[in-house]
């Protein structure tokens, strides 16, 4: 179920050209790619710490993966931890790390229709024409913004953006602000679904027998 927009925050659908879908669909699944390649190792070592995972993994992502830019392999290790906090930390999760003692920790898969995590280095906005990081360079699109949305972006900082495709096909960037007396973005912050430990459907866990 699609959670409602919340006041901190803005939705808006894009208006892609079929040429602009397939590049961002790509964009996707590669970010798709990136995830699942981190998932074993926050299994193998039980730890999801964003900067952790950034020592252990960042530099192998990026040989891996040359095609890839340096930002993005960043963002997927945030949504790798951010993801994993959930499975391993919420008290309502069946796999929450007490529950697990003794037991291999089960293995995080990101579907190809995984959301893409984007900053302001990989996405930026001016007069209403956004820039976006794709695989084969920018893309450039205007923004149907209302002045009531463009007041948010001059009274608050950007926490974080996020790329989705919904079931239709149309893809949508959710940018989410930072409380006013918020002076760094709370990492701590999730979804209201993800708070009450609700998993996405692009997300699933994987025991081992």
Known sequence: MKEPPRKDSLRITLNATPEQVVRLVALQQAFALLCNTLA?????????????????????????????????VCNAIYAVSRTSRVVFQHPDSPFHVSRMAGKPLPLIHFADTNPVYFDRHTLSLKAGVMSLYTLDGRMRMKLPLKPADESLFHER????????????????????FMEPDEDEPDERALPSAQQRGQLPDYVKVKVEA
Do not use: C
């Not at 190792?41 to 993994?57: D, G």
């Not at 192998?60 to 830019?69: E, N, V, Y």
């Open 40 to 72: 074993p190792l926050v299994q193998q070592n039980r730890n999801w710490n964003r900067v952790t995972l950034h020592h252990l993994a960042y530099r192998s992502l990026r040989q891996q993966f040359p095609a890839i830019g340096s930002q993005m």
């Open 157 to 176: 900082k950007l926490r974080e953006v996020i790329l989705s495709r919904r079931k239709d096909d149309k893809f949508e960037l959710l940018f989410s």
